[in-house]
């Protein structure tokens, strides 16, 4: 799933902004029944409300315990000429999030989901072919130094490329070959940065061997994860504890990122507010028997989308059945129209995190 970016409206964050304190409400009868979070990182990719508020949207986050976001760029659209790199997304973040001490999730798309988002002048060479290479990591280059301040909680090369590469053996084997390398190059300017990534819960699982063959000089195993069927109806949220005991069972001893997790509300799909707020239960339920593995989850989104944004990501990703539509619309732990209202999902994501320790703007802790 391609997520929506930090937005323009920063800058206007950026003169008003400071660290929000909020109340910690006491669950000690709750928390006798769950696992401290300890080391464990929560995040939340953290969209706005129709009133455009994104310090409120931000602050709501925090209320939760939020310690990192996510920004995803794509590629393509930030060398949209060869060598030549723009985009104020990484500037922005880097004078915002530092002061909120929230961590990033970040992401540059080199295939996202179905689409390769490698410059149009290299998509006819191998993945694995030198120039590719050397292009991306020049790229990078040009990312970190805009992020001088940010910490890092995790990269991804790549977002849900198991859509792109699809079956075809010889297209893992080559995007494993450019993996290598630039994951080489990214830890020799950040050593301590968690590199890995991003493929579909269900492409773990369809393509075992060629996942693992990719994972094995990963940092960390990155899933996205939406427990849905091929029609876009959610699947029932009791599914949540054996889908990410089969994951870890797939990775033993290898620490696992849900780079995206969540689940929709909407009746379109055969949800409902109830069944997204079970879900976001059933989510930390799980985690709990998976403490010392699954390092993070981020939840995706904070808000619902608008109609503008669903009709957009319905011609991005070429479908149109209203499934579909519901699907992508009701994301969101909040709604959309005037200020968000928070759904139960949100509740249950305060509740469930507090439970286990992350009290409201509590710092984000760096994993070694």
Not at 131 to 160: K, M, Q, Y
Not at 314 to 321: A, D, E, L, R, T
């Amino acid at each position: 799933m391609k997520p929506i970016s930090i937005t323009f409206r920063l800058f206007a964050a950026l003169l008003v902004a400071g660290v929000v304190g909020f109340p910690v409400q006491s669950r000690a009868a709750e928390a006798a029944l769950v696992v401290p979070k300890g080391d464990r990182l929560l995040g939340c990719a953290v969209t706005e409300a129709e009133n455009k508020d994104y310090p409120a949207a931000m602050a709501q986050a925090r209320s939760a315990g939020v310690q990192v976001v996510s920004l995803k760029l794509d590629w393509d659209a930030v060398e949209a000429k060869p060598n030549v790199y723009a985009s104020p997304w990484p500037k922005i973040a880097n004078a915002y999030y530092p002061r909120q001490h929230i961590q990033i999730s970040l992401r540059v798309a080199t295939l996202d989901t179905d689409r390769n988002r490698i410059p149009a002048d290299l998509r006819t060479k191998p993945l694995n072919d030198p120039e590719v290479i050397a292009r991306f990591n020049r790229l990078l280059d040009w990312v970190f130094a805009e992020l001088p301040d940010v910490t890092l909680a995790e990269l991804s090369i790549g977002n849900e490329v198991d859509g792109v590469l699809g079956d075809d053996p010889v297209k893992w084997r080559e995007y494993t070959d450019f993996f290598i390398a630039t994951r080489k190059h990214a830890l020799e300017k950040r050593p301590a940065l968690k590199v890995g990534v991003s493929v579909m819960f269900g492409g773990h699982l369809k393509h075992p061997k060629l996942a693992a063959a990719l994972n094995a000089q990963a940092d960390e195993i990155m899933v996205s994860y939406y427990p849905l069927t091929p029609d876009f109806q959610v699947r029932a949220p009791q599914v949540v504890p054996d889908d990410l005991n089969v994951l870890c069972r797939l990775y033993p001893n290898r620490p696992v990122s849900f780079v995206e997790a969540c689940y929709p509300s909407g009746g379109g799909c055969g949800s409902s507010e109830a069944l997204q707020a079970q879900f976001v239960q059933e989510l930390f339920t799980a985690w709990d028997q998976h403490p010392g593995q699954i390092r993070l989850v981020t939840f995706v989104w904070l808000h619902d989308l608008p109609s503008s944004a669903v009709a957009t990501f319905g011609k991005y990703y070429g479908v149109g059945s209203p499934a579909f539509r519901d699907y992508l619309g009701t994301l969101g732990l909040c709604t959309y129209p005037h200020a968000g209202t928070e759904k139960p999902a949100f509740t249950a994501l305060q509740q469930q995190a507090r439970a286990r320790g992350w009290s409201p703007a509590s710092p984000a802790v760096i994993l070694k």
